[in-house]
């Protein structure tokens, strides 16, 4: 592996010692494409632990089925924060463990380390779980002639991943943390979109939500545009209604009428059962969530994910090519100052116009 633009790993054959066995190509999943299923069902879900559903990026899918897994004796292997901020997959026996996987990570995770571990597990016939980007999950599916029956694929639906290289960098130069004390990294709590960096319990960064102060946190607002991802996400073959997985989850951002179901005030996962296995599994855990039959399609209408990949536009492709020359935030900004000026302006004028309120109504 090495890397390539932006910080990304891209697999390199090594041509002085490749005996063309071509074994490489007949399980690459950019070469030969995996089965895709049209979901089965559609829900919207949350869990019925409060802790547990406060402390997750959406509904606490992931969470739910995670311990399922786990109690009935299986592996659960997902992303974590290693120590020198290293965004790895890791793999979990224990419910105390699964801490560790809660949250997403928005940037891309390594799994390479966890292949051999997860193929040994899935011969051992120990119930396995993996929760991953649809790629890959379709790179792991590759590795089996047919999926086994005590594998288990959840895939969350994924718009693109910044390069690990590039968080490191960011919390290093722009932010001047020091890596090696970073235990923890948060993108999302409770409602908020911030990325917050700790030390155990020690808070050692955070930044400014991304909804309410904008242009404020280059790496936030530079994956939030989509400027960051690797080169593969923008013509991705899994953004689209038919997947890869056993169960695919994410936010329900389409959710119509949600005051009509009971209050949800931390979001709502969309889950997407794809086939029967990932059917079961799920009635396995139902006593453990609050889950709502939804149409399909208003889970699709309402995550373009489901539809299509990032779509790559000039702003973007301009920042890619400038990319190395001055650091990253510089560019970011000359190539989205125009929205960023109107988005600051807007700002000003509702902050004058609130305060002119207020003055009437003395
Ligand atoms: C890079 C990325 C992009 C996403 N884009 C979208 C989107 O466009 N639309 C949408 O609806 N949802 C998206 N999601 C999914 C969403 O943010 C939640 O992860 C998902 O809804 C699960 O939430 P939860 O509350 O069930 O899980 P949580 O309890 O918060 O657990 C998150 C799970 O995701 C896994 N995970 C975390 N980070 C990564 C990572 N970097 N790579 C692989 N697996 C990871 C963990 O192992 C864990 O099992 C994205 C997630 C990631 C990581
Ligand atoms: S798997 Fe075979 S073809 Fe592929 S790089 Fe290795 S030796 Fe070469
Ligand atoms: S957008 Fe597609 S290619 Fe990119 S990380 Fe997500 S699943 Fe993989």
């Given at each position: ?59 606490g899918v ?19 924060v290693?120590p ?43 119930p ?13 599916s ?43 990294i948060?993108?999302?709590s ?32 530079s ?11 923008y ?22 009428n ?12 969309v ?92």
């Open positions: 592996m090495k890397l390539g633009q932006l910080g990304h790993v891209y697999p390199v054959v090594n041509q002085t010692q490749c005996v063309d066995c071509k074994l490489c190509q007949k399980v690459c999943p950019a070469l030969n494409g995996v089965d895709l299923h049209y979901p089965l069902s559609a829900y919207a879900a949350w869990a019925k632990k409060l802790d547990e559903y406060k402390s997750s990026t959406s509904g992931a969470s739910v089925l995670s311990r399922y897994i786990i109690s009935i004796g299986g592996v659960v292997y997902g992303c974590s290693l020198n901020v290293q965004i790895k997959h890791v793999r979990v026996d224990s419910e105390d463990g699964l801490a560790a996987l809660k949250g997403s990570k928005y940037v891309q995770s390594s799994i390479t380390d966890i292949l051999p571990l997860l193929k040994q597990d899935v011969a051992n016939g120990l396995v779980l993996l929760i991953s980007t649809p790629c890959q999950i379709a790179a792991v590759k590795m089996f002639k047919s999926i086994p029956p005590n594998l288990f694929l959840v895939d969350i639906i994924c718009h693109g991943t910044p390069s690990n290289d590039f968080l490191r960098a960011y919390l290093a130069k722009r932010l001047k943390l020091d890596l090696h004390k970073i235990t923890n948060s993108f999302r409770e409602n908020a979109f911030s990325l917050t960096v700790y030390d155990r319990k020690q808070l050692l960064w955070k930044g400014s939500n991304l909804w309410s102060d904008r242009y404020n946190d280059v790496y936030y607002d994956f939030i545009d989509g400027f960051t991802y690797r080169q593969s996400c013509t991705c073959r899994y953004a689209q209604p038919n997947r890869c997985s056993d169960i695919t989850i994410g936010d329900f951002w389409g959710l119509k949600g005051n009509e179901l009971p209050a949800h005030p931390y979001g709502v996962s889950v997407l059962p794809v086939t029967s296995r990932g059917k079961l599994l799920l009635q396995h855990v139902s006593g453990d969530l609050n889950l709502f039959e939804r149409p399909i399609q208003e889970a699709i209408d309402g995550n373009e994910q489901l539809r299509i990949p990032k779509k790559m536009n000039w702003r973007i492709s301009s920042f890619r090519k400038c990319w190395g020359w001055y650091p990253a935030y510089f560019w970011y900004h000359l190539f989205v100052f125009d929205k960023m000026l109107l988005f600051r302006v807007k700002r000003m004028i509702k902050k004058y116009l609130r305060k002119g309120l207020a003055w009437f109504d003395y």
